[in-house]
């Protein structure tokens, strides 16, 4: 039985507004208890964001709230039920290990989710145990806070505690429980659920849910037609999922397993399993050991994008248009929005790498010329754009090619055509480029450390490294390294 309150010092204040949804979206439980709970890492920025008080979290009630030993004052604890696509095939999903708390109401009166992962069994589960092991939740600890500091939207990690307890997979390991923030937990899979499962009205139900949370500035919208704001949701939807994509792209981030249950409406990242950091340039770059037929490779990422708004568009089509073949029309016309909007994200972003201002119609063909020369020599993806900016164009492998001299002479000649000084343009790329991401030899070195060894020294210097990646400190470089060569690929895993 968990305890009923933690310390109120510490500034929790919950609401729950995904509880007064009809119960056919969660099943309402407790974490299971576990032994003995150790705080590992707490993200005292986030905390403070949130209006939460770190020291007091620190204290043993609250990590008692990390554990799911205790609940703060106003916490629901429920599992929520979901559906979803996972490499292509639909089934039925759910919190199989997590629980959603409720929703931290911030000192701005912004609304947040506090969920539980690794908290243990739900009806959800499938045969799994409901645990997670150390690794894979300081893995999504330190790739949250990342991306979060590459200014990309994505869910946040506040802590990760270990249990006390073991977890069985191929071998025996720690577990532990990671406290997740996200602005909302609901997924393109939750619509495919209710759309599945459940009755108009719940489809209906949960869109309005979302708009309120969401977008409420399309509330006042009509409910039907081609002004409805079940459309708008549509169009809203696959607009923030363009622009994600868009900014994974300029920085090489391969999620790694997009499932339509790892869409969320909010437009975040989330599910942090097998992602990694794309070193040299190959838009077939797959890291996770369970696409072993690429679905999910780097340059795929855009186009299963789109994948996963139809089956979303899918799931609102009686909401669209009383007449199926025209809510199938309105639908079809907003996804075919995706491709101009990504494309105009992501040209943006990559003509602020390159330090261009403005827009001229040959900046097309000399981005993509550059990425033709990374892949054809192995260029790493972070250090090309990092030796554009800094002047240091001998690094790059294509270095002395006549490819890269005639490359060269097109970009200078870009640059001077433009009024902006030369300072505005590497101010502009410094911005854009940044010093450090989460290499994955470097994750895996702090994981290996913090795992093996009990040493979190090694993550707290990768986070501190990653903390301000635009930052181009002289401590940053050793973080730019690339990995030793290795005769076998890098891998990731799931982590369940």
């Given at each position: 039985?968990?305890?009923?309150?933690?310390?109120?010092?510490?500034?929790?204040?919950?609401?729950?507004?995904?509880?007064?949804?009809?119960?056919?979206?969660?099943t309402?439980?407790?974490?299971?208890?576990?032994?003995?709970?150790?705080?590992?890492?707490l993200?005292?920025?986030?905390?403070?964001?949130?209006g939460?008080n770190?020291?007091?979290?620190?204290?043993?009630?609250?990590?008692?709230?990390?554990?799911?030993n205790?609940l703060?004052p106003?916490?629901?604890?429920?599992?929520?039920?979901?559906?979803?696509?996972?490499?292509?095939?639909?089934?039925?999903?759910?919190?199989?290990?997590?629980?959603?708390?409720?929703?931290q109401?911030?000192?701005?009166?912004?609304?947040?989710?506090?969920?539980?992962?690794?908290?243990?069994?739900?009806?959800?589960?499938?045969?799994?145990?409901?645990?997670?092991?150390?690794?894979?939740?300081?893995r999504?600890?330190i790739?949250?806070?990342?991306?979060?500091?590459?200014?990309?939207?994505?869910?946040?990690?506040?802590?990760?505690?270990?249990?006390?307890?073991?977890?069985?997979?191929?071998?025996d390991?720690?577990?532990?429980?990671?406290?997740?923030?996200?602005?909302?937990?609901?997924r393109?899979?939750?619509?495919?659920?209710?759309?599945?499962?459940g009755?108009?009205?719940?489809?209906?139900?949960?869109?309005?849910?979302?708009?309120?949370r969401?977008?409420?500035?399309?509330?006042?919208?009509?409910?039907?037609g081609?002004?409805?704001?079940?459309?708008?949701?549509?169009?809203?939807?696959?607009?923030?999922?363009?622009?994600?994509?868009?900014?994974?792209?300029?920085?090489?981030?391969?999620h790694?397993?997009?499932?339509?249950?790892?869409?969320?409406?909010?437009?975040?990242?989330i599910?942090?399993?097998?992602?990694?950091?794309?070193?040299?340039?190959?838009p077939?770059?797959?890291?996770?050991?369970?696409?072993?037929?690429g679905?999910?490779?780097?340059?795929?990422?855009?186009?299963?994008?789109?994948?996963?708004?139809?089956?979303f568009?899918?799931?609102?089509?009686p909401?669209?248009?009383?007449e199926?073949?025209?809510a199938v029309?309105?639908?079809?016309?907003?996804?075919?929005g995706?491709?101009?909007?990504?494309?105009?994200?992501?040209?943006?972003?990559?003509?602020?790498?390159l330090?261009?201002?403005?827009?001229?119609?040959?900046?097309?063909?000399?981005?993509?010329?550059?990425?033709?020369?990374?892949?054809?020599h192995?260029?790493?993806?972070?250090?090309?754009?990092?030796?554009?900016?800094?002047?240091?164009?001998?690094?790059?492998?294509?270095?002395?090619?006549?490819?890269?001299?005639?490359?060269?002479?097109?970009?200078?000649?870009?640059?001077?055509?433009?009024?902006?000084?030369?300072d505005?343009?590497?101010?502009?790329?410094?911005?854009?480029?940044?010093?450090?991401?989460?290499?994955?030899?470097?994750?895996?070195?702090?994981?290996?450390?913090a795992?093996?060894?009990?040493?979190?020294?090694?993550?707290?210097r990768?986070?501190?490294?990653?903390?301000?990646?635009?930052?181009?400190?002289?401590?940053?470089?050793?973080?730019?390294?690339?990995?030793?060569?290795?005769?076998?690929?890098?891998?990731?895993?799931?982590g369940?």
């Amino acid at each position: 039985m968990n305890e009923p309150s933690a310390n109120p010092n510490a500034g929790w204040n919950f609401d729950h507004s995904y509880a007064r949804l009809p119960e056919f979206f969660y099943t309402k439980q407790e974490a299971k208890p576990v032994r003995a709970p150790q705080l590992i890492v707490l993200n005292d920025k986030l905390a403070a964001e949130l209006g939460l008080n770190a020291e007091a979290l620190r204290s043993e009630e609250n990590v008692a709230v990390f554990a799911g030993n205790r609940l703060p004052p106003g916490a629901e604890p429920l599992a929520q039920a979901y559906a979803g696509h996972q490499f292509g095939y639909f089934t039925m999903l759910g919190d199989g290990r997590a629980l959603l708390l409720g929703e931290q109401i911030t000192p701005g009166g912004d609304r947040f989710d506090i969920q539980l992962k690794g908290s243990g069994r739900t009806p959800y589960s499938r045969g799994g145990d409901g645990r997670a092991a150390l690794g894979p939740m300081l893995r999504e600890y330190i790739i949250s806070e990342a991306m979060h500091a590459l200014g990309i939207p994505t869910t946040r990690s506040l802590a990760v505690v270990t249990t006390g307890e073991t977890v069985v997979r191929e071998q025996d390991l720690r577990g532990a429980i990671l406290t997740r923030v996200a602005s909302s937990h609901v997924r393109v899979g939750t619509f495919q659920y209710a759309a599945q499962f459940g009755e108009l009205t719940d489809v209906r139900t949960l869109a309005d849910y979302v708009i309120q949370r969401h977008y409420p500035q399309l509330a006042e919208l009509a409910d039907t037609g081609e002004a409805g704001r079940y459309l708008a949701l549509l169009r809203e939807a696959i607009q923030r999922q363009a622009a994600l994509i868009a900014q994974w792209q300029l920085v090489g981030f391969i999620h790694g397993v997009m499932n339509t249950d790892n869409m969320t409406l909010s437009g975040e990242t989330i599910d942090y399993g097998p992602c990694a950091f794309m070193d040299a340039y190959d838009p077939a770059t797959v890291f996770s050991s369970i696409d072993r037929h690429g679905r999910y490779a780097y340059g795929n990422q855009p186009s299963i994008a789109v994948w996963n708004l139809s089956r979303f568009a899918e799931s609102l089509l009686p909401l669209l248009h009383d007449e199926e073949e025209q809510a199938v029309r309105l639908a079809e016309e907003a996804l075919k929005g995706f491709a101009g909007q990504f494309e105009a994200a992501w040209l943006k972003g990559m003509r602020s790498k390159l330090g261009l201002f403005g827009e001229q119609a040959e900046d097309a063909a000399l981005i993509h010329d550059l990425l033709g020369l990374m892949h054809q020599h192995h260029a790493d993806y972070t250090n090309t754009f990092l030796a554009l900016t800094f002047g240091r164009l001998e690094e790059p492998p294509m270095a002395y090619t006549p490819e890269w001299a005639e490359w060269l002479e097109r970009w200078r000649a870009r640059l001077a055509g433009q009024p902006e000084t030369d300072d505005a343009v590497r101010e502009l790329m410094r911005r854009s480029n940044p010093a450090v991401i989460p290499r994955n030899h470097r994750v895996e070195e702090a994981l290996e450390a913090a795992v093996k060894r009990e040493d979190y020294s090694v993550m707290e210097r990768l986070l501190q490294a990653l903390a301000q990646p635009f930052a181009h400190t002289p401590e940053q470089a050793d973080y730019a390294e690339l990995p030793p060569a290795s005769d076998r690929p890098y891998r990731t895993f799931c982590g369940t």
